[in-house]
């Protein structure tokens, strides 16, 4: 069964960090291709950082130094460490795994990986 559960959001202030956590069920999570993505009022959803089974990660440019991807496979899941954060990085910040959700038909290419199960996402608030 598909399952990805994000947590960590909240409301911080211009500068502040948050630390997101996704669980994954174990038929869900691929150390090869999990991602973080966001997806702000009004605008398309974007990937945000994609980490692969080498540990390899690659990040959009806005977040390029400040976020960090991370993953404990042991646990089945995916982190994100959001530091010095700006009032643009506001959104709803969803986890992404490359394995098919029979529910969902929505598909991202990012990375190079096809990202096809969601989680329901995380509100993140930055205020200035």
């Known amino acids: 069964q598909v399952e990805l559960v994000e947590s960590g959001g909240g409301s911080v202030q211009s500068g502040g960090s948050l630390r997101l956590s996704c669980a994954a069920s174990?038929?869900?999570?691929?150390?090869?291709?999990m991602g973080w993505f966001r997806q702000a009022p009004g605008k398309e959803r974007e990937g945000v950082a994609v980490?692969?089974?080498?540990?390899?990660?690659q990040y959009a440019t806005s977040v390029k130094g400040r976020f960090t991807i991370s993953q404990d496979s042991a646990k089945n899941t995916l982190y994100l460490q959001m530091n010095s954060l700006k009032p643009e990085d506001t959104a709803m910040y969803y986890c992404?795994?490359?394995?098919?959700?029979?529910?969902?038909?929505?598909?991202?290419?990012?990375?190079?990986?096809?990202?096809?199960?969601w989680g329901q996402g995380t509100q993140v608030t930055v205020s200035s």
């Open positions: 992404a795994a490359k394995t098919p959700d029979k529910y969902s038909s929505y598909r991202h290419v990012y990375a190079g990986c096809v990202f096809a199960s």
């Open positions: 174990a038929y869900t999570y691929s150390a090869n291709c």
């Open positions: 980490i692969d089974s080498r540990g390899i990660a």
